[in-house]
């Protein structure tokens, strides 16, 4: 069995309320494996059941190969956990909290200290080993939160939104770190409400939306399916809408979607049509390429959420 | 909905395993970073009580045989000051953990249960309390207000009213709201215990009901078994005081844990 992470029809119920209502998917061994929802989907719930903190209220969880009902403390050993908060222990110096961290895993304490070296300079955070906590960036804080999750040496990784609040260059730091995770074998599962960080780092992706996984397949290929190979953004008033939209009515293999004062046109794949043929006019009219957002925004619809 | 409801009734079984003290060696940790600033209070505050009460106070106080006013309440110190320690600990501290260091949730996505939490932070809260026994000991000795080498014992022994205050502490912290709502324990449960549990004056002075519900007061009983062993007269009912904090200890070890695992568990 290659599935490191297998759920079946997974729920997760608080009281009456249903945070994740039956979702199926599985994550094989050595890939990068994105969930990908809007605020209060029910991504931390469905990691929280993964990573045995929170109890699976029905439905099948299995984590290499062990159901997280009986036994939590092996999967747990096993994973390497970022939680969407970093819950660093202020009392304690950024050596100290990996020391302290790896102690939870009964590990040697020489092979910790060796494993405190390595991870602290993946990160770049060797100098600032002595520094509190309190001391640390956000970014800083992120970065270490990440590193102490390798003081077990995981083969699987369950990060939370690993990114969110980074600046660019944190963010890209944290990114080739991952990668580079990545190529020495480790699976991961992430979540993130970031598109271009789900196109650039997994190598399947699942849309979750109100607890239920509405579609899934590789960035690419959801990109394609559902967002087409171009999009026209046209902005403009009112008054010209109706023409414009009886037009493009006509026009076949479009899809078009209005909202508030943008009218999108998704060209697909393989129509043959040339979009600055239609002559598309508005005060303001951009042609690009369909991302992941298109996609996303597209499945999801356009209002909050929550 | 009957099957979900008989789902939550069925209770897990407690999962305590030695991973506890990896807890216990955390907050040992803290504290050696910290301890310079914290070694004062513990000294300091009983050594006031002992001048203020015991010597001030104590020379206006006769106790009819014989005895000094400040050997009658030195014991009780012993009792009094390391219940406050494992309760701070056990309140104001593990609530700052859970609460706002997130701590415990740091925890326990390691192999570490719940239940190892909790029990580590029983243990720690009882450590506290061992350490404060100590210096007051040393203090007490030196007053020259310890009468029997039996005294030594209350070292080993200053663990199980440590654990039993730790409990008590940390079920009243599993279900408070906020940092101040902990004053309310302190108020209610711990200032009275250190006035009506026999430290400051003999219990046989109040009226029969009274001494009746000082038998209730946990205090009470780890101040009789230290006022024997200070003072070498150690008597059988002592026995009857360790059993009534070994079980009260158990009772409030259980519901720490299934109110803390209620708590965090979700
Ligand atoms: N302990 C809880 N009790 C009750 N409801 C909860 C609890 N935890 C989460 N929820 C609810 O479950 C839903 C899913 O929450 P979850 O945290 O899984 O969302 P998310 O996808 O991680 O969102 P975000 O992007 O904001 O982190 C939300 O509506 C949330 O309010
Ligand atoms: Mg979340």
Redesign the interface.
Known sequence: MSDIIHAHELVK??GTFTAVDGVSFSVRAGECFGFLGANGAGKTTTIRMI?C???V?SGELTVDGLDVRRD???I??A?G?V?Q?N??????SVR?NLR??G????LEPRLVEERIDESLALFQLTEKQNDRIDSLSSGLKRRLTIARSLI?APRIMVLDEPTTGLDPQARHLVWQKLRYLRSQGVTMLLTTHYMDEAAHLCDRIVIIHQGKIIVGGSPGGLVERFGGREVVEIHMGDAERGALMERLAAAEGLMVEEVEDIVYVYVLEGDGIDPSALKLEGSKVVYRQANLEDVFLRLTGRGLTE | MIDIALRCLTIRRPDVSLRALRVWQRNRDVYLRLWKSEVIWPVVDPLITLLALGIGLGGLVELGDNREYVDFIAPGLLAIWPMWAAAGECGWGSFFRMENHRTFEAIVATPVSIEDVITGEILWGATRALISATYILVIIAAFGTVDSPLAVLILPLAVLPGIMFASIALCYTSIARSISSLNYFFAVFITPQFWLGGVFFPLDRLPEWAQRAAWFIPVTHVVNIYRGLTSGDVEWSHLGDIAWMLVVTAIFYTIAVLSMRRRLVQ
């Open positions: 119920r608080y990573t903190v929170s109890p209220t939590p403390r092996r747990k050993a994973l956990v939680p908060e819950n660093l222990d202020p009392d304690l100290q302290v961290y102690r939870y895993f009964d077990n």
